[in-house]
Structures are given as C-alpha cells and as structure tokens.
C-alpha cells in the first residue's frame, strides 16, 4: 500500500509480515479467546520475539527503533484480526501505561517495568478513570500521601484494561491538597503488593480483553515508585493522552478498511434478483460512500501522526482526527452489517463482533463530546 510521504517500502514489508501474522496466528482462535474473556500471555512473548512490542522504541530498551508509522501499521494490520479487544490490549502495553516510563522514567524503572513490558514478560495497565472521575481527570481522588521513605496509596480505578492480569500499573494520583490540574502524580505500582483489590468486570464488546475495577486500600509503595515529577501528572498524562488518541485512530482506520473490505467482496460475490449486490445502484453507491468516509478519516489521521512523529504535538489535529476517526468507524461497519443482511448479525463473520467492539472508540482515550470540548477549547469558542 503505497502512502508516499507517510510510508516506506520498509513500512509495505512490515505490514505484509505483520498481516501474514494476523492471519496464521491471532485470526484462526481469537475467537476462543473471545469466549474465555481474556487472551493468552504466550502471544506477548511471541509477539516480542518477531519484533512488534517494541516499534517505535529505541534498541537499547529492547525496542525496534522504528519510526512512528511503524506503530501506525501495526494497529492497523491488528484490528484485521476482526476484533477489537487484543489489539487494544496491546496498545495498553506498547502505547499507553508504557511511553510515560521511557519518557519520564529513571534508570532503575526503565529496567524494572518497560524492558520486561517489551520483551513480553509483564503486564502492563493504565489507571487513570475513576469510578466517580472519567472524563475529568482533574477531578481524580485516589491519593498517595507520603510516609516515612515512600508513599500510602488509596483510592479507586474502574474500566482498567489488563486489569485482572497485569503485573504493574502507571497510575494518576493525587498527592498535593491543591484541587484541579496541580497535584496530580504518577506512579509504578506493582499490582500483587498487599492491599490491592481487583474485581473483573463483564462488557458488551472487546471481549479478548479483560477489565477490571482497582481498590486500593492503604498500598504502600517505595519512594522510587514516582513517575516523573511531582506535582506533573496531569501534565504527563495528558501528553500520553495524546499517543493514546492517535493509535486509537488508527487502529479505526484498520478496522473500517476490513469491515468495508468483507462488505465489498460479500456485495461483489452475493447474487440476488440475477444479478450481484453491486449491481444496485444503492449498494454500489454506498461502498463508495464508505469508502470516502475511510479515505477522509485515513488522510486526517496519517496527516497528523506525520506531525506528531516530528514533535507538533497539536491536541486539536488529534481531537479531530481522533473524534473523525471513531465516528466513521462506527459508520463505516454499521452499514457494513447491513449490506451482509443476515449474515452480518451472527457470529460466523466477524462483523457482529466488530459492530460491538467499535463502539467503544467513541467512548475510550476521551469520548466524542470530549474530543469537541478540547476541539472547540483551542478555536477559542469557549472562551469568547
Ligand atoms: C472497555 C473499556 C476500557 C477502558 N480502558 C481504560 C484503561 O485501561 N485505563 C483507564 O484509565 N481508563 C479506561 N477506560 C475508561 C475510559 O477512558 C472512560 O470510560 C472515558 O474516559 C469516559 O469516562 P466515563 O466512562 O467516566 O464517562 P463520564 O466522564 O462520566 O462521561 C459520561 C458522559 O458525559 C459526557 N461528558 C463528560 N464530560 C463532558 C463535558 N465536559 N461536556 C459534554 N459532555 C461531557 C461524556 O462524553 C459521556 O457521554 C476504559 C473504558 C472502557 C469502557
């Protein structure tokens, strides 16, 4: 797929051995995985070892030193899997609770959590929601208070990726008494220390991946258990918000040009009236349709990861292309559904599975109505 200037011929050959991987090793069973709720740790491992936890970290924390549409194809390529729940999962652990480690992390917690997080040996979540503070993290209360040589953590995080599972989580709490934005941290916060809590919790979709709700009841953490400056959470969080958002993007993308892709084939081969799907004008017309739709949403995207990937980081372009992205997905697979008629409903396509996995792109990493609060934030229409 050649998508000068975004991708190489190194970014086409990554993509085919990615795809070749999806097809022979996650596509024939993720759909028993999607049936006990959880993937298998193997597939970490495995996934280290052909070189795809890593992409876009440098090669002396075990990464591939690719570049950043390296990561753009590798969500991609995953959400052709038809199912949304692994590749997130993933991008949990290679895109979300890690970057703020080779970011802001010391020595000590490089080696300790993101070395072992890339070559698939921990398992890694993000706590950042709140049972009572979603989209407004400025509101979180889980606190971490200091005593003696480190910190007393309590609190609550709900909808937590990896949670029933995970090794460690990179988690916002608040430690100064100044309310809002200030006094928020982060912290590395081994998840099998006395006084953690986990309930796993059921959901409509993205089942591969299983979730949980945190208590943490006076966890006691080390000193060197702060990520990054204190008092700079927020800030840390929302520069990882923004990675976050991008992948989710893309892993939209992928998702729409599959499901667009089974609706074509299904539309070309399906004979009705004598004649094919695509014979009907309106079947035809609506393809079209989709496929524009993808192509606006791919353009916006690949346009703004290309300015991220050289450090604008604009929280707007992402909002958009984060907001445009998850609307067309839910779109672009909703009508593909309809063109399979009764076979888009049952489990035998994967296209029910995706229709319910897709809805979350317009609720996870901000929902819609976030992405237009900062959209319209930054076009100063708030503030006028
Ligand atoms: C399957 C799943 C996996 C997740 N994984 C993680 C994870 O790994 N780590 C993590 O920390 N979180 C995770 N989340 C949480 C997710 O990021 C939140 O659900 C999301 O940010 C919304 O927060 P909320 O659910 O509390 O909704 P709320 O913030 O309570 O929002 C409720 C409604 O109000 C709207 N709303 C809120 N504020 C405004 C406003 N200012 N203006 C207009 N409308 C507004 C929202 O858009 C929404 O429609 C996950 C969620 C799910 C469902």
Redesign the pocket.
């Known amino acids: 797929m050649p998508y000068p200037p975004y991708f190489t011929a190194e970014h086409d050959l990554f993509r085919q051995t990615v795809r070749r991987f999806v097809e022979q090793e996650i596509t024939p069973v993720v759909a028993q995985w999607e049936e006990v709720g959880e993937f298998p740790r193997d597939i970490l491992r495995r996934m280290a070892e052909l070189g795809f936890l890593g992409v876009h970290y440098p090669p002396e924390v075990g990464g591939q030193g690719g570049d950043y549409f390296m990561a753009v194809v590798l969500a991609e390529e995953l959400a052709r899997s038809g199912a949304g729940g692994f590749p997130?999962a993933l991008a949990?652990q290679t895109d979300?609770a890690t970057p703020p480690i080779w970011r802001f992390g010391t020595a000590e917690q490089i080696a300790r959590y993101l070395i072992p997080a890339l070559k698939g040996e921990k398992l890694a979540?993000?706590?950042?929601?709140e049972p009572d503070?979603?989209?407004?993290v400025a509101g979180i209360e889980t606190r971490a208070r200091r005593e003696g040589q480190g910190w007393l953590i309590q609190g609550s995080?709900t909808?937590?990726?990896?949670?029933p599972r995970a090794d460690f989580m990179t988690l916002v709490a608040r430690t100064g008494d100044t309310p809002g934005y200030h006094g928020l941290s982060l912290f590395l916060v081994d998840l099998d220390l006395p006084g953690v809590v986990r309930t796993r919790l059921d959901?409509v979709g993205?089942r591969s991946?299983d979730?949980a709700l945190f208590h943490f009841d006076q966890v006691r953490v080390p000193q060197q258990a702060l990520l990054g400056e204190e008092g700079q959470g927020f800030y840390h969080i929302m520069w990882e918000l923004q990675g976050e958002r991008l992948i989710s993007a893309a892993g939209a993308l992928g998702s729409a040009q599959y499901a667009y892709d089974i609706a074509c084939d299904y539309a070309k081969a399906r004979k009705l009236f004598d004649r094919s799907l695509t014979g009907f004008q309106v079947i035809a017309h609506l393809l079209a349709e989709m496929a524009t739709e993808i192509e606006a949403a791919r353009q916006l995207t690949y346009e703004t990861a290309w300015n991220f990937a050289r450090g604008t980081i604009s929280a707007k372009d992402i909002a958009l292309a984060k907001l445009v992205s998850a609307r067309m997905v839910n779109w672009v697979v909703d009508r593909a559904v309809q063109i399979l008629g009764g076979h888009g409903y049952v489990a035998d396509w994967p296209l029910e599975r995706m229709w319910r996995d897709v809805r979350?792109n317009r609720?996870?990493?901000?929902?819609?109505?976030?992405m237009k609060?900062i959209i319209s934030q930054e076009m100063g229409l708030r503030n006028s």
């Open positions: 997130m949990v979300m979540c993000l706590g950042i929601t503070h979603g989209s407004d995080k909808f937590i990726t990896n949670g959901k993205m991946s979730t979350l609720i996870g990493a901000g929902t819609d109505e976030i609060e």
